[in-house]
């Protein structure tokens, strides 16, 4: 099993320019996470999707968008970046249970480096 | 929503000797309390966890407690070792909602 796959592993932009951040799980798990974190910082909660069709704000939504396209692919949007963007991002995955078991841990994908000139 | 504090955000101790990492959280449903290790250009992994049914749990090295009342929760590490150098994060979570909420980190350095 591959677990959490980001595309691509690396991307340079220029201001203005739109891309799309591609994350797939093998793992069947309900519940996606996109994440940035900033040189010498924590992860910050972009978007995320508890289960599929549906998807909420985290902490820093400004200038994102995302889709949860089934329940393996939820794809983070940028469509206009901007320098304060430049980032790492990360992708995760997980299963909530209801009940005692409640959460699980998060999977991580191995990032994308996003520079924005 | 949910905040948690982590201290502190840089740690050197020499090899062999204990590390402990401490976090706060204001959410008093929380329930969820998992520690994360982030390697240099790497990914975060999950090194341990805890749930709010128990006060302490232990893996090998490592240990994690939680005080429910006071709503902190460490991370233990014991007779530290190089590769024991990275980057330490703890975080919280609602048992069946999705979103956790990470400290902000604390780096671990090995002396030699």
């Known amino acids: 099993n591959a677990g959490v796959t980001q595309t691509p592993k690396f991307q340079v932009l220029k201001t203005g320019q739109s891309m799309t951040l591609q994350c797939a799980q093998d793992?069947?798990?309900?519940?996606m996470y996109w994440y940035r974190q900033d040189p010498g910082m924590g992860l910050r909660l972009i978007y995320y999707?508890?289960?599929?069709?549906?998807?909420d704000k985290g902490e820093v939504p400004n200038g994102y968008n995302v889709s949860r396209l089934n329940k393996r692919e939820f794809s983070l949007r940028l469509e206009s970046a901007a320098p304060s963007q430049t980032s790492v991002y990360f992708c995760?995955?997980?299963?909530?249970?209801?009940?005692?078991?409640?959460?699980?841990?998060?999977?991580f994908g191995d990032g994308t480096r996003l520079s924005i000139l | 929503g949910e905040n948690v504090e982590q201290h502190p955000s840089t740690l050197s101790v020499q090899e062999g000797d204990s590390a402990v990492i401490k976090c706060t959280y204001s959410?008093?449903?929380?329930?969820?309390f998992p520690w994360y290790k982030q390697e240099l250009g790497k990914r975060p992994q999950l090194i341990i966890d805890?749930?709010?049914?128990?006060g302490e749990k232990k893996d090998q090295r490592i240990a994690v407690t939680l005080n429910k009342t006071a709503k902190h929760f460490s991370l233990h590490i014991t007779e530290t070792q190089p590769e024991d150098s990275a980057v330490y994060f703890c975080?919280?979570?609602?048992?069946?909602?999705?979103?956790?909420?990470f400290g902000s980190g604390t780096r671990l350095s090995i002396r030699p």
């Open positions: 995760a995955s997980s299963e909530v249970f209801v009940g005692v078991q409640g959460n699980q841990p998060q999977h």
């Open positions: 793992m069947n798990h309900n519940s």
């Open positions: 999707s508890a289960s599929e069709g549906t998807t």
């Open positions: 959410d008093s449903a929380s329930n969820y």
């Open positions: 805890i749930r709010s049914n128990v």
């Open positions: 975080a919280a979570s609602q048992s069946s909602a999705s979103k956790i909420i």
